[in-house]
């Protein structure tokens, strides 16, 4: 497929002025900071993790067979993505993987660059590892209850929502009145239609919809919600009942982070697992010598409760401290690619994932990216600005734009000093003639002081009133780059620039280094 031209610039996380000093530390090596990860995310570090990583047949087999069972909802497997399923028997074969709710049409556009950071970091590694293979996994959140952060998208600046009564795992409601909002869109959109009135649920109708937009790229997806693979969490699930492991350790990083001035991305509780059926999702908590499930009737003694999580795995739901130990339980994985907050509170889970004698995957930043349309870029070039210099906050921004107009700020200091200066001689000539008059002089002094500023402030605005139309045109350039003042990323949907630009996946694809640590700029020429 021949692309659409693209100019591509890159720059530093830190100079976006986006991200946090916990992120910009990482990437810079920072010392403090090592003890909190494992190996830093470069190409050469996969090699001694590749031998660290211990996987067993046995491990490959049951996922093996639950990834059947899940792609059996998809009508027609992509060959790669099939073919991808079956290398992970193969005791060679490791996994990149990426995490995210179910967000409905993709939410914002930082889903599609998690994934596609897992696509080239895979394709990339192959290249340097050939004795290997690399598949790119897209773990679903099918069991988060958050509904409120999944529901909505924004597009081409109108918010779009889904209304259900539906509780519990999101991954478990039926796409129940997403038609009704498929109606109210400016366009039908196939790929998602296809998806929300053909699954059962919202994790089969999200894997629908990432597989018709990565699968010729070999994409798996993945659902922990799953009787199968929550096997594998059992010990686990013991031991945080039993003996709520996961909160000591996690406190003791936490304070040691605390005390590098690094704040905690994530609260750890006395027991973090939740209770999991159709509807429910609650937290388990201990009350005495009784496990009680949080807003319902629901009791367990010691003895019932740890019978249930032998006899129902399934039943038992990682939160988020648990969660990333458990996809790497069940996953051949050697990375987790997160964004800047994501990857900040994997910080607080080394010691937990020592504890379990589980291998700590490489920590990688997802790709982040800003993308400038034909019509944005000829208006900020019309403005004789470079792409680098919109990541300025307004007022700079204005300011550096009035410079590049060749305007000097108005100023009538020097002509204030010379009528000033008329004065003062005036004011020494009535002194010699009549000093009744110095003060007479004064007063006109000051009117002409007066007068002098206002005329100031009245040019300065004619020639503000001058530019407004320009600055008027920044002011709407930036508010398009940087919708809500935030990046691009965190509040636009898929669907705002595909729909225009059919290649807008491949020239991400074309475009994305995950090695390269830095932003990327994508320019439409």
């Known amino acids: 497929m021949e692309l659409s031209t693209m100019k591509i610039t890159k720059m530093d996380y830190a100079a976006t002025g986006a991200f946090s000093q916990t992120i910009s530390d990482y990437l810079s090596r920072s010392k403090p900071l090592q003890a909190f990860y ?3 995310p470069t190409a050469d570090a996969f090699e001694a993790q590749i031998k660290e990583k211990d996987f067993s047949e046995a491990q490959r087999q049951t996922l093996y067979q639950a990834l059947q069972e899940q792609y059996s909802s998809v009508a027609e497997v992509n060959p790669k993505v099939q073919q991808n399923i079956d290398l992970l028997r193969q005791p060679n074969t490791y996994t990149i993987t990426t995490g995210h709710q179910l967000n409905i049409f993709t939410g914002p556009l930082y ?16 290249e340097k590892y050939p004795d290997y293979k690399f598949v790119p996994v897209y773990w679903m959140a099918t069991e988060d209850h958050d509904f409120a952060e999944i529901n909505h998208f924004d597009l081409f600046g109108k918010d779009y929502t889904w209304e259900t009564e539906q509780t519990g795992a999101v991954g478990r409601f039926t796409t129940q009145g997403l038609d009704k909002l498929m109606e109210e869109l400016p366009e039908p959109y196939p790929i998602f239609e296809e998806a929300y009135r053909n699954s059962k649920n919202l ?58 001035d690094y704040k905690q991305q994530v609260y750890s509780r006395d027991i973090n697992l939740f209770y999991l059926k159709d509807g429910l999702r609650e937290r388990i908590v201990q009350e005495g010598d009784r496990y009680e499930v949080l807003n319902t009737d629901i009791s367990f003694s010691r003895e019932e ?72 870029a000829s208006r900020m070039h019309k403005l004789g600005l470079q792409s680098e210099e919109m990541f300025m906050e307004y007022q700079e921004l204005k300011k550096h734009l009035s410079d590049q107009l060749h305007e000097e700020e108005i100023s009538l200091e020097a002509q204030r000093e010379t009528v000033a200066a008329a004065f003062a001689a005036v004011e020494e000539l009535a002194k010699d003639i009549d000093p009744t008059l110095v003060k007479a002089v004064g007063a006109e002094a000051q009117k002409a002081h007066n007068a002098l500023q206002m005329l100031e402030k009245k040019i300065s605005k004619a020639r503000d009133s001058k530019h407004e139309q320009t600055f008027k045109q920044l002011e709407n350039l930036k508010d398009k780059l940087f919708p809500d003042g935030t990046l691009q990323e965190r509040h636009d949907n898929l669907l705002t620039y595909k729909t225009n630009n059919p290649d807008f996946i491949p020239a991400l694809v074309d475009a994305f280094d995950p090695f390269d640590l830095k932003f990327t700029i994508l320019e439409e020429e």
Not at 244 to 252: D, F, G, I, W, Y
Request: aromatic share 10%.
């Open 38 to 40: 494992n190996r830093f």
């Open 111 to 126: 889903f599609v660059y998690k994934i596609i950071t897992a696509i080239n970091t895979c394709k990339q590694l192959q």
């Open 203 to 260: 994790a089969d109708a999200t894997r629908a919809v990432t597989h018709a937009l990565f699968g010729e790229y070999g994409l798996v997806s993945i659902d922990g919600d799953h009787a199968g693979l929550k096997q594998a969490l059992t010990a686990v699930v013991e031991k945080e009942l039993t003996e709520q492991v996961s909160n000591k350790l996690v406190e003791e990083v936490n304070a040691q982070l605390e005390e590098l």
């Open 305 to 376: 409760i740890l019978q249930e999580a032998k006899e129902h795995p399934e039943r038992f739901s990682p939160n988020v401290i648990l969660r990333p130990l458990f996809e790497e339980l069940v996953l051949p994985n050697l990375a987790y690619i997160g964004g800047g907050a994501e990857v900040a509170y994997w910080f607080q889970l080394k010691r937990l994932f020592e504890a379990y004698n589980v291998a700590f995957p490489v920590l990688m930043l997802r790709n982040s990216a800003l993308y400038i349309t034909r019509s944005n």
